[in-house]
């Protein structure tokens, strides 16, 4: 927390930088004080992306559209599992919008404060602005790509469910696993350099444990009797899972499992906060 401190031999003012209170020790307040450094930040990550690219923005569609035809081939003419009575194409193309923003704001974010040291050295500000505004910026390309899978809707004939006033929630669950994923990941990675090749291996590895060219159901199936919970630890279960059945209508294998989705998300926000902000004063000196 800043705190300003005029002394009365001198006519400039005096910066005391204090450790915040409390457990997780965030102040919202002090977050809206920043509020356009916040913006700034988001947009110019946005800008950064797609610089010196030949197809710019075009990317945000062009990656997914990919992504669904290789995993349509293996998963789909190869391997031959359900799309749950939905077209394969949107099938894999609505659950691959929620994970590209997880994706790529967890690995943003987990970079972020290794990829901004000279404002961290410099300047005070919220150390949490960094990697926040690295998560807010996959939105846009979120929104971008989601206007190609509103095209494909129509195109085949599926009319949104009436759970679709649920797509924000599951959005703003998406973007809570990724800034808390992405806060332990940006603290350890000042200290371990190390993190920025486990980086691409967890996301990798959580992109196959993710329930994307196939149905939950596979594996909640195949798991023993009172084991499905296991699986459902990866928050990214409850927000494929749900953002899939409010839009094309595929099943939610159990609500009890999508809470425990959240619940876990929930619990890797809180603890990313608690971890960013006990470390963070060593960020300027680290990193």
């Known amino acids: 927390m800043a705190k300003e401190i005029t002394s009365p031999e001198q006519s400039s003012h005096a910066v005391l930088i204090k450790p915040q209170r409390g457990l997780v020790g965030l102040d919202l307040a002090e977050l809206f004080r920043f509020r356009e450094l916040i913006l700034f930040l988001t947009w110019r990550d946005i800008l950064v992306r ?34 749950g009575g939905v077209p394969r194409p949107l099938f894999t193309y609505a659950a691959l919008l929620p994970w590209n923003l ?74 809570v696993t990724a800034l808390g994923v992405g806060l332990w990941l940006a603290a350890l990675n000042v200290h371990y350099r190390d993190i920025r090749y486990i980086i691409p291996f ?24 009172g084991w499905e919970w296991l699986y459902a630890l990866n928050p990214m279960v409850g927000v494929i899972e749900g953002f899939r059945s409010a839009l094309v209508g595929t099943p939610i294998y159990s609500l009890d499992m999508l809470w425990i989705s959240i619940l876990t998300s929930l619990v890797l926000l809180f603890t990313g906060l608690v971890y960013f902000r006990r470390m963070e004063r060593t960020f300027a000196d680290v990193v």
């Not at 790529?104 to 404002?119: H, Q």
């Not at 500000?125 to 095209?151: C, E, K, N, Q, T």
């Not at 967890?202 to 009797?225: G, H, K």
Request: proline share 5%; charged share 10%; aromatic share 12%.
């Open 50 to 83: 797609y610089k010196q690219t030949l197809l710019g923005g075009a990317w945000a569609i062009l990656q997914p559209v990919l992504q669904m035809l290789i995993f349509n081939v293996l998963f789909g003419d190869i391997a031959g599992l359900s799309s």
């Open 202 to 225: 967890l996301t990798q590895f959580w992109m196959l444990a993710t329930p994307i060219a196939y149905e939950a159901n596979e594996v909640f199936s195949r798991l023993p009797a």
């Open 102 to 175: 997880f994706s790529t704001a967890m690995s943003d974010a987990g970079r972020s404060l290794v990829t901004n040291r000279n404002m961290i050295t410099k300047v005070y500000f919220p150390r949490i602005i960094v990697p926040l505004s690295s998560v807010l910026s996959g939105v846009v390309d979120f929104l971008v790509a989601f206007l190609l899978l509103a095209a494909m809707m129509v195109y085949y004939g599926v009319m949104p469910t009436s759970g679709v006033w649920g797509l924000p929630l599951y959005l703003l669950l998406s973007l």
